[in-house]
C-alpha cells in the first residue's frame, strides 16, 4: 500500500505517494516523475518530504 506526504504551499496542496522496498524509498510526484532515495535510517515521510519540495519549487517557479 502506497503512503502519502502532503505540503499546502500558496493555498494550494501538493500531495505525492510514496513506497517502501527494502531499504529504497521511491517517491511519485504529481506530474508522473519517480525519484527514489536510499533511507538508511531516515524515515520514509521525511525523506519523501525534500522531493516533493523541490517538486513544488519547480512548479511555482514556472509560473512566477
Known sequence: MDDEITIEHKGVQYTASYIVTGDTLTVFLPNGE???TQLRG???ESAAHPHLKSYIHSV???KD
Open 60 to 62: 511555482t517557479q514556472k
Open 34 to 36: 519517480q525519484r527514489t
Open 42 to 44: 531516515l524515515s520514509a
